[in-house]
């Protein structure tokens, strides 16, 4: 299993530009969630999706759009790039369970 | 508001030593507390879960214990290796698992460096 993948690894937006960050996972998790990890505090909730076809929002939605059409796939919109949205973004997924798993994250810099 | 905060904020040991990581949390109602630990560059790495009814767990060389009275956990690191150096994350949920998606409150971090 490849686990949580996540592409790209690193990005560079100029403001106002758009993109998606792409999270898949083969473990076939119903719960899956997408993170973001500032210097100096917590990982903090963007989004979530607990099945495909159903979302919600986290603490930080705010500039984001996300869907799951797939059990596997996840993807994190950004729509209209910010300097305050640079960050590193972290794709995590889940089972019925306790345990989550992150991907290995994309570093994200907005000029 | 629900917060988790760690203390140190960093910390510098020398392999071989042993060393403990502190975790206070206000998050309510509490469901588990988790730790995890982050290499650089990395995402994080689950270490141990504990829920309400459990004191200790341990995991190889780390153990974390749990006082749900005072809200308070540690992370204990024996016998340090230079691949201990990392971030480590204490996280605690708000949510009770009835089936539903745990949200989870992360603290901050403790960077350790282990020297040799």
């Known amino acids: 299993n490849a686990g949580v993948t996540q592409t790209p690894k690193f990005q560079v937006l100029k403001t106002g530009q758009s993109m998606t960050l792409q999270c898949a996972q083969d473990?076939?998790?119903?719960?899956m969630s997408w993170y973001r990890q500032d210097p100096g505090m917590g990982l903090r909730l963007i989004h979530y999706s607990v099945g495909a076809g159903i979302t919600d929002q986290g603490e930080v939605p705010n500039g984001y759009n996300v869907s799951r059409s797939t059990t596997e796939d996840f993807p994190l919109r950004l729509l209209s790039a910010a300097p305050s949205q640079t960050s590193v973004y972290f794709c995590?997924?889940?089972?019925?369970?306790?345990?989550?798993?992150f991907g290995p994250g994309t570093r994200l810099t907005v000029t | 508001k629900n917060q988790v905060e760690q203390s140190p904020q960093s910390l510098i040991i020398l392999e071989g030593k042993n060393c403990t990581l502190q975790?206070?949390?206000?998050?309510?109602?509490?469901?588990?507390l988790r730790w995890y630990k982050q290499d650089t560059g990395r995402g994080p790495v689950s270490l141990t879960i504990m829920t309400f009814s459990e004191n200790t767990k341990s995991n190889g060389r780390y153990t974390a214990t749990l006082d749900a009275d005072t809200k308070q956990s540690s992370l204990h690191i024996t016998a340090s290796q230079l691949s201990d150096s990392a971030s480590y994350i204490c996280?605690?949920?708000?949510?009770?698992?009835?089936?539903?998606?745990?949200?989870?409150?992360f603290g901050a971090g403790t960077r350790l460096a282990v020297h040799p």
């Open positions: 995590a997924s889940s089972p019925r369970t306790y345990e989550q798993y």
């Open positions: 996280v605690v949920s708000d949510s009770l698992f009835s089936g539903g998606y745990n949200k989870l409150i």
């Open positions: 975790c206070n949390y206000t998050v309510s109602p509490f469901s588990n």
């Open positions: 473990m076939n998790h119903e719960y």
